[in-house]
């Protein structure tokens, strides 16, 4: 190609995430299993669309498939597009409040709830920005700071 090289748009992949969000204010992250791309980083949980689906249902899946909980209402909250180096991924992150049922770490991850600033480490960087927006939310003084 004349002037250089040409660069391959990778095409995103959907992705739902649940911020599950406890009475105390609370919000849930889970750790990424051992064998899976950044296992031991921390992330909100949630998981691909598969074909045909929309955010909510696979994100009604996924927690349910990962964390044995099912899911109220899933409140769209904002869209992110992460470049990783194994993949591009579109992550439609979820407000949930309400849930049944008792968590199970059924992909042997952990799991922990947090508040800002947060506790565990390392955490993915996709899940960076959303430490953000709930401190721009939360009047959180130290936004940009992901640990004490």
Same mark, same amino acid.
């Given at each position: !190609?004349?002037?250089?090289?040409?660069? %391959?748009?990778?095409?995103?992949? *959907?992705?739902?995430?649940?911020?599950?969000?406890?009475? *105390?204010?609370?919000?849930?992250? %889970?750790?990424?299993?051992?064998? $899976?791309?950044?296992?031991?980083?921390?992330?909100?949980?949630?998981? $691909?669309? @598969?074909?045909?689906?929309?955010?909510?249902?696979? +994100?009604?899946?996924?927690?349910?498939?990962?964390?044995?909980?099912?899911?109220?209402?899933? %409140?769209?909250? =904002?869209?992110?597009?992460? *470049?990783?180096?194994?993949?591009?991924?579109? +992550?439609?992150?979820? =407000?949930?409040?309400?849930?049944?049922?008792?968590?199970? !770490?059924? @992909?042997?991850?952990? !799991?922990?709830?947090?508040?800002?600033?947060?506790?565990?480490?390392?955490?993915?960087?996709?899940?960076?920005?959303?430490?953000?927006?709930? #401190?721009?939310?939360?009047?959180? #003084?130290?936004? %940009?700071? +992901?640990?004490?």
């Amino acid at each position: !190609m004349p002037g250089g090289t040409t660069v %391959t748009e990778r095409q995103p992949v *959907d992705v739902a995430v649940g911020v599950l969000i406890d009475a *105390d204010g609370r919000f849930l992250l %889970t750790s990424r299993p051992e064998g $899976k791309v950044y296992a031991g980083y921390w992330e909100f949980p949630g998981g $691909k669309l @598969e074909a045909g689906e929309t955010v909510e249902q696979a +994100l009604r899946r996924e927690l349910h498939e990962e964390l044995g909980i099912t899911i109220g209402a899933a %409140t769209p909250w =904002k869209v992110e597009l992460v *470049d990783y180096p194994h993949a591009r991924v579109r +992550l439609h992150f979820c =407000k949930v409040f309400d849930w049944t049922g008792a968590f199970e !770490m059924r @992909e042997r991850q952990a !799991m922990a709830w947090q508040t800002l600033p947060v506790q565990v480490a390392p955490v993915l960087p996709g899940t960076v920005p959303v430490l953000a927006w709930f #401190a721009a939310e939360r009047g959180f #003084a130290g936004a %940009t700071h +992901l640990q004490s």
